[in-house]
């Protein structure tokens, strides 16, 4: 019987090596396999050119000129607010609008220039501030003729 049991023994033994051997040639087989497919997969190519001007405004400017050869509408939104020019993104998207920036108590000669160029007769003014602080009360006066509308959001 003791030799019975010493085969069995030595068969589970043997059996437990080998499943630590296939384990072990399992995991280096993934590990192979992993930097074979690491190494070959290509970069991917992307064009990119970088846009900007010295301020701001200039950079909303450029990006305009770039993007829309005309718009119907413009979206303003101040400079110094940075939540205002991330959340008229949708809107910017789904009305086809460009963003323009503006100081909180004034419109830049180019912004009113890039308005002109680009044929715009309706905009949105996306600052949440008091009325007396806001671009709005400028709006009136300084706009291009024929400049219908514009709201606040």
């Given at each position: 019987m003791?030799?019975?049991n010493?085969?069995?023994?030595?068969?589970v033994?043997?059996?437990?090596?080998?499943r630590?051997?296939?384990?072990?040639?399992?995991l280096?087989?993934?590990f192979?396999?992993?930097?074979?497919?690491i190494?070959?997969?290509?970069?991917?190519?992307?064009q990119?050119t970088?846009?900007?001007?010295?301020?701001?405004i200039?950079?909303g400017?450029?990006?305009?000129?770039?993007g829309?050869?005309?718009?119907?509408?413009?979206?303003?939104a101040r400079?110094?607010?940075?939540?205002?020019?991330?959340?008229?993104?949708?809107l910017s998207?789904?009305?086809?609008?460009?963003?323009?920036l503006?100081?909180p108590?004034?419109?830049?000669?180019p912004?009113?220039?890039?308005?002109?160029?680009?044929?715009?007769k309706h905009?949105f003014?996306?600052?949440?501030?008091?009325?007396?602080?806001?671009v709005?009360?400028?709006?009136k006066?300084?706009?291009p003729?024929g400049?219908?509308?514009?709201?606040r959001?």
């Amino acid at each position: 019987m003791s030799v019975e049991n010493d085969k069995e023994k030595g068969g589970v033994k043997l059996r437990t090596k080998l499943r630590k051997l296939g384990v072990l040639l399992g995991l280096l087989l993934t590990f192979w396999l992993l930097e074979v497919a690491i190494a070959s997969a290509a970069p991917l190519s992307c064009q990119t050119t970088r846009v900007f001007g010295d301020t701001c405004i200039e950079t909303g400017i450029y990006i305009s000129q770039i993007g829309w050869q005309q718009a119907g509408t413009v979206l303003f939104a101040r400079t110094d607010d940075v939540p205002d020019s991330l959340v008229s993104v949708p809107l910017s998207h789904r009305l086809n609008a460009p963003i323009l920036l503006t100081y909180p108590a004034q419109l830049e000669p180019p912004v009113l220039t890039e308005i002109e160029r680009l044929g715009a007769k309706h905009g949105f003014i996306s600052n949440p501030i008091e009325e007396k602080n806001s671009v709005r009360q400028f709006f009136k006066s300084r706009l291009p003729l024929g400049f219908t509308k514009n709201l606040r959001l």
